[in-house]
């Protein structure tokens, strides 16, 4: 094996100008992963609020209460009428994802996994929630992050997305969502999901007041956690967009530093097997130029079914596409797209 890189000279790499190189190392390992190919799934994701006590300020999703404008808020029944609605050609994976209502508890969470499995076929995986609404639930029903996610588990969760990680730095953390879980129990929650056998996603919002070292710690902890529990499938790089928050004022980063920071991290995380390129958040083109920096998943057709990137200003303003749309992306940058299922089986495609 490839010896690791450390802190230092990872800091190095992101500092230099050379891009070719960092393309170049950073192809190097996802070639020896993943070859030449670029998964994609077949998706939609289900947001059953946007109303949430977290206060994050690179958060344009969010609204205080039911009564504010541009809030929604669905029942049990209108969950289930989401998912007729949404399910209609041959999706595999359901990402169900969303907010801390303040009036919400485990049992609601609970039906709403109930709703969905028995809304949709076997053949659709469930993956929710973040670690955010898992420590929400366990502060709601007195119960440990183990036993919450043995509830969501024995109703027919499979895996849980990555959100909530934003920047483990506690000062960065502090100044962008001061009142959410901490690192320290976001990684907790995921070590307890590997333990019971549930793979799981992890993220890093990037570009907004973190410095590349505060993104090279996250990192650095992730790898950590994955040399231990191995439970990790992906790692997805979240560009921060600054339409609607209080962050605005930031504007977005450079490509440049878009591309580098996928290329860091395909670097640093050598033992996460793959990092997606998020289409909805990243637009079509930078999604296809992010697979020549080390990402190897562009995520999947969506079905025009979630808005957080959306209301951060993202040009995909109701992002869905087709199988041969995510295929011809792929092709245009030199890569062979295959179809995966949310634990990275290939699903031979029908003739
Ligand atoms: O944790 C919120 C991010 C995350 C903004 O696991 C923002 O496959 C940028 O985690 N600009 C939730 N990002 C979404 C998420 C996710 C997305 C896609 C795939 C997977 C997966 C997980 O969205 C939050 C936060 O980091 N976010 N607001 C914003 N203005």
């Known amino acids: 094996m490839a010896v690791r890189v450390g802190f230092d000279e990872a800091l190095m790499l992101y500092d230099s100008l050379d891009m070719n190189k960092l393309s170049r190392l950073a192809t190097e390992i996802r070639e020896k992963i993943n070859g030449n190919k670029v998964y994609y799934n077949k998706n939609f994701h289900l947001e059953p609020s946007n109303v949430c006590i977290h206060r994050?300020?690179?958060?344009?999703?969010?609204?205080?209460?039911?009564?504010?404008?541009?809030?929604?808020?669905?029942?049990?029944?209108?969950?289930?009428?989401?998912?007729?609605?949404?399910?209609?050609?041959?999706?595999?994976?359901?990402?169900?994802?969303?907010?801390?209502?303040p009036d919400r508890d485990l049992s609601y969470y609970l039906k709403v996994v109930e709703a969905v499995r028995e809304e949709l076929p076997d053949t659709v995986a469930i993956k929710a929630y973040t670690a955010v609404e898992i420590d929400d639930m366990t502060k709601s029903s007195g119960l440990s992050p183990k036993e919450v996610l043995k509830e969501l588990k024995a109703r027919g969760v499979m895996l849980l997305p990555g959100g909530g990680a934003e920047i483990f730095n506690p000062s960065v953390r502090d100044k962008i969502c001061p009142d959410k879980t901490d690192s320290d129990r976001w990684l907790e929650i995921h070590k307890e999901a590997h333990k019971l056998g549930m793979r799981t996603n992890c993220t890093m919002l990037f570009g907004h007041i973190e410095s590349r070292e505060h993104r090279i710690e996250h990192l650095m902890a992730l790898r950590e956690l994955q040399d231990e529990t191995g439970?990790?499938?992906?790692?997805?790089?979240?560009?921060?967009?600054?339409?609607?928050?209080?962050?605005?004022?930031?504007?977005?980063?450079?490509?440049?530093?878009?591309l580098k920071t996928f290329a860091i991290s395909r670097i640093v995380l050598d033992n996460i097997p793959h990092i997606k390129s998020y289409w909805p958040m990243l637009g079509k083109e930078l999604c296809q130029m992010a697979l020549l920096y080390g990402a190897d998943d562009m995520d999947g057709t969506i079905n025009d079914s979630t808005k957080i990137y959306s209301m951060a200003g993202s040009r995909e303003q109701n992002p869905q596409?087709?199988?041969?749309?995510?295929?011809?992306?792929?092709?245009?940058?030199?890569?062979?797209?295959?179809?995966?299922?949310?634990?990275?089986?290939i699903i031979p495609k029908k003739s």
């Open 231 to 258: 439970g990790f499938d992906a790692f997805i790089p979240l560009l921060f967009k600054p339409a609607n928050n209080p962050l605005s004022h930031l504007g977005e980063v450079s490509i440049i530093e878009v």
């Open 56 to 101: 994050c300020t690179f958060c344009s999703y969010r609204r205080e209460s039911d009564q504010e404008a541009g809030s929604w808020s669905m029942d049990i029944e209108q969950v289930r009428e989401y998912c007729r609605k949404k399910y209609k050609n041959g999706e595999t994976e359901v990402h169900i994802v969303g907010s801390v209502h």
């Open 321 to 345: 596409m087709t199988t041969s749309d995510l295929e011809r992306l792929a092709a245009e940058a030199g890569f062979m797209a295959v179809e995966r299922d949310s634990f990275y089986n």
